[in-house]
């Protein structure tokens, strides 16, 4: 297992779809995924692999990651990660992302902050990277949080 930030971040990026998919003998990637956020969280500093929890969903937009899975449990952890989840969904919607991005807007009543939110939504269903069911998702979270 990992010891250090270099070398999880590196275990993070050789993640493959394939890891998560149950139909691949010897799939364990959901195993590997929440040894390698635990051991993140244990070190200092941790916000450091923001950016590197956020690539493994944008590489695997199609994956099953979990419900809402460990990157979504170790990222909520994290001081600072709405910032990064913004750049993500900017780069590349997921359905993981998206779900965040939902999560913040059920437990947020501030105007402001709601607006930047429902906008990255609106956003999402427009973006090119988006994926079919991924839109899906941004549009029904769009209905849902402006019913």
Known sequence: MPS????????????????????TPGFDGKE?????????MTLPQP??????????M?????????????????LERMLGYERELVESVKRRPTFLSLWMVNRILNATRDLEQRQVYLDLLRFAVEH???TATARLDAQRFL?????
């Open 47 to 56: 916000e450091r692999g923001l950016r590197a929890l956020f690539d493994v």
């Open 143 to 147: 209905r849902k949080q402006t019913a």
């Open 4 to 23: 250090n930030f270099d070398q999880i971040l590196e275990a993070l990026a050789a993640l493959k779809a394939e890891d998560f998919d149950c139909h």
């Open 128 to 130: 090119p990277a988006t």
């Open 58 to 74: 944008e590489r695997m937009p199609s994956a099953d990651l979990g419900s809402p899975g460990p990157l979504v449990h170790t």
């Open 32 to 40: 590997r995924l929440h040894a390698l956020t635990e051991q993140l």
